[in-house]
């Protein structure tokens, strides 16, 4: 087994020591870290970056060729850790003697230790693990630390403020998932990137925040009742969808492609969407009319053709509930010359 042992006081210190331990090239700009590496130990990609009010993140989407286990130290303050699982599976302990917990693909795992214990993570070997590790410390430094995002958090976990270790894993949750994506797809660069990044990166921490709350509901876990198998099959249907929205999908079609009841799968759509199926690909369809309207040169009824529709006025209808206005006007208002004084 492999041992890493990362600092996680400073976000300089998490990547020296990645890089130290696995090797690579780390990337530096505007408080962006990234850490490619591709040899005979480990291959992959880690991404992190420090935000205001003392938060970072350190994503990995990595492949080990041996068991690892990953030692997390901060000797100035316990941070609290919000971590993700997008794809394979993770263990973590209270220390090198600890309990071993595992949380699995699409479960939000939330943790703090007291001062001067370590939180060690697992990796098994072959697999490729992607994670997303959300850091708040919770040392306040501010004038006024009643009202600063580090004390609100620790009071939510921590009843009169007394620190102690703490586990919690949650049910299944595909929306962070789907916002963690949305962190991985900014492309802009500079100061642009990194208050997107930031933007984004505080939406999750609400939502696992939020998963956290609904999960000490008595009824949370009774509504989410769909198996990982389940919850995999529909983030498949729904990246199919939103790839390709123009395909005739119907429910039957899509039951007999992912194996699921339609009840499965209009209860997945509810709760991962918040939207029925057929919901769901209109949704899709009337986001990619808009793409069309903007960077095609296609008139309003080639798109409808184009994204599945067989009625315009049904498209409009639907496309000015979502826009607050007609397809054509929409298309008028993007023309530069119709811009008058």
């Known amino acids: 087994m492999k041992i890493v042992t990362i600092n996680t006081e400073r976000i300089q210190n998490i990547f020296e020591e990645l890089h130290t331990n696995l090797g690579g090239k780390v990337t530096f ?3 962006e870290y990234t850490l490619e590496t591709n040899n005979s130990f480990a291959k992959g990609s880690i991404i992190g970056a420090s935000f205001n009010d003392n938060i970072s993140y350190v994503e990995f989407d990595m492949t080990f060729a041996a068991d690892v286990r990953m030692e997390i130290v901060n000797p100035i303050e316990s941070p609290i850790y919000f971590a993700y699982c997008s794809k394979g599976s993770l263990s973590h302990s209270f220390g090198t003697t600890g309990e071993e917990r595992k949380f699995k693909t699409f479960q939000t795992a939330i943790v703090t230790s007291k001062k001067n214990q370590d939180n060690v993570l697992f990796f098994e070997k072959d697999k490729n693990t992607k994670f997303t590790l959300i850091i708040v410390g919770t040392h306040v430094l501010h004038q006024d630390p009643a009202n600063s995002l580090n004390q609100k958090v620790k009071e939510t976990f921590f009843e009169n403020n007394t620190v102690q270790d703490f586990f919690y894993v949650g049910s299944y949750n595909l929306k962070i998932a789907e916002k963690i994506e949305q962190l991985n797809a900014v492309t802009q ?27 000490l509901c008595m009824n949370a876990k009774d509504t ?18 939103k790839a390709n929205p123009e395909e005739a999908f119907t429910i039957k079609s899509l039951s007999k492609k992912s194996g699921l009841s339609p009840n499965k799968l209009q209860e997945g759509f509810k709760l991962i969407h918040n939207r029925t199926v057929n919901d769901y690909i209109t949704h899709m369809r009337v986001l990619k009319a808009e793409i069309l309207i903007r960077t095609s040169d296609l008139n309003i009824s080639e798109i409808v053709y184009c994204i599945g529709f067989t009625s315009r006025s049904y498209f409009s209808k639907i496309f000015k509930q979502k826009f607050n206005c007609s397809p054509k006007e929409y298309k008028f208002n993007l023309n530069p010359l119709a811009i008058t004084a």
């Open 29 to 31: 700009d505007l408080d």
């Open 224 to 241: 989410n009742c769909l198996t990982l198998r389940e919850m995999e099959e529909i983030k498949e249907l729904s990246e199919a969808i």
């Open 189 to 215: 660069t500079g100061i642009v990137r990194n208050l997107l990044k930031e933007g984004i990166l505080r939406i999750i921490l609400a939502m696992e925040i939020q998963q956290h709350t609904d999960d």
